[in-house]
């Protein structure tokens, strides 16, 4: 985790939201490395966990992923909560809660939904507090530069 924190500083400084992931291999090997590339990609699907759970599908020639783990900086939200459940990925383990929009437990949990046909194993908040520092100072700085997430000017209204 330490090291997912070292690179999603790095995707942070690049204007992206600070948030990587790394799929593990039944055998603790690195099979998908990702980070958010939404703004870079201008990709609506470029989270951090989806781009690792591509790159491993790919490495791997299949799409499930029963023994393997997923370690990501941030709780993922409902889209990529929704895909690791249907990757049947093994085991979560996550940083920071993301208590606005967090699916493996803050606001939803869809691995244990009634509706989920598969049941991954979740671990959060594994250094969540250095995690969850790391996007409040690099949310903290955008809204000083009054900027918005994908770099640009935030509006200004006027209220005359």
């Known amino acids: 985790m330490q090291r997912l924190l070292r690179h999603s500083q790095r995707v ?3 204007g992206e939201i600070p948030v990587a992931a790394v799929v593990l291999d039944e055998a603790g090997r690195c099979i998908g490395w990702g980070s958010n590339r939404r703004e870079a990609h201008a990709d609506p699907l470029g989270h951090a966990e989806l781009v690792a ?6 490495l791997r020639g299949d799409w499930r992923f029963n023994g393997c783990t997923l370690l990501v900086s941030l709780e993922p939200c409902p889209m990529c909560a929704g895909a690791l459940v249907q990757a049947r990925m093994g085991t979560v383990v996550f940083g920071a809660l993301d208590p606005k929009r967090g699916a493996l437990g803050s606001c939803h949990n869809l691995a244990t939904a009634v509706s989920a046909h598969h ?3 979740v671990i959060g908040g594994v250094l969540g507090e250095p995690a969850g520092l790391q996007l409040a100072a690099w949310f903290r700085q ?3 530069q009054g900027l918005r997430r994908d770099g640009r000017p935030a509006a200004r209204f006027r209220t005359d």
């Open 12 to 14: 942070g400084a690049s």
């Open 53 to 58: 759970l591509g790159q491993a599908a790919r």
């Open 119 to 121: 049941h991954m194993r």
């Open 142 to 144: 955008r809204r000083q």
